[in-house]
Every structure is written in C-alpha cells, then in structure tokens.
C-alpha cells in the first residue's frame, strides 16, 4: 500500500515538474540563442537532452551555436543526431549539405540536397539555389 502511494506521489507531483523542466530548458535556450547569448544557450540545450535525449530541436539549435563558433565536427556531429532522430527533418538535412558542400564534397551535398528535395515543404527555395551552387562549385 505504501509503495502505491508513493509512486503516486511520484506521478501527481514529480513527474509534471520534469517535464516542465524539460520545455523550460528549451524555451530559455531558444530566447538565450536570439539573444546571440550562445554559451548560455549551449548549456540550456543540453540540460534539455539531460531531461530529453531525443529532443531534436536542441541538437539542431547546438548544431546552429557550432556553427557560428565554426566547430565545424561538433555541428556535424549534432545535424548527424538530428537526422538520426528525424531523417525528414528538413532544416538539419539543409544545413549538412551546405557544410559538406564547405568541405568541398559535392558528391555528399549532392546526395543530401536530393534527399531535402524529396521531403521538402518550407525549404524548397532553398533547395533549388543549393542545387545551383553545388553545380557552379562542383564545376571548377
């Protein structure tokens, strides 16, 4: 009876407060990155993982703080984790091949651009310019 109770207790009070936690983590590492407060942000998206490993919206926002830090591995690395959580994910699917396309490997950019054309609704523009580029690149 005792140990009913308390995981009662555990689901009415404990429970909610992890997941507000959670969300919490998120929104304040969203308003820190706008306001270019990156190592805050940094850290408030990955106390979000701590809470939610899957939460592919922290490893994109850390993918977009490497970036700007030109960490180029560690940006890879968080778009990589993005894709493996969501392969349709558009935005993280965009911004690997414009690194890969960085690194000078038109074959992968290529690749991933044509992935992103397949499942693209809010970047499609943005596919077809990419497209573009990787041609006027690929050809020098």
């Not at 940006?75 to 994910?89: A, D, F, H, I």
């Not at 609704?121 to 020098?140: A, G, R, V």
Request: aromatic residues 12%.
């Amino acid at each position: 009876m005792m140990k009913k109770f308390i995981f009662i207790l555990f689901i009415v009070f404990i429970f909610p407060n992890l997941l507000l936690a959670k969300s919490k983590h998120l929104q304040e590492g969203i308003d820190l990155f706008t306001q270019n407060k990156l190592e805050d942000a940094k850290f408030k998206f990955e106390q979000d993982i701590v809470f939610n490993p899957r939460s592919e919206l922290s490893y994109l926002y850390l993918s977009k703080i490497f970036n700007k830090q030109d960490k180029k591995k560690l940006e890879e690395q968080n778009l990589n984790t993005v894709m493996q959580l969501n392969p349709r994910n558009e935005e993280a699917i965009y911004y690997l091949a414009r690194l890969k396309l960085s690194n000078s490997d038109y074959k992968k950019s290529k690749e991933l651009n044509r992935k992103l054309k397949l499942v693209c609704s809010n970047f499609c523009n943005k596919s077809d310019q990419l497209k573009i580029e990787i041609e006027n690149l690929s050809k020098k």
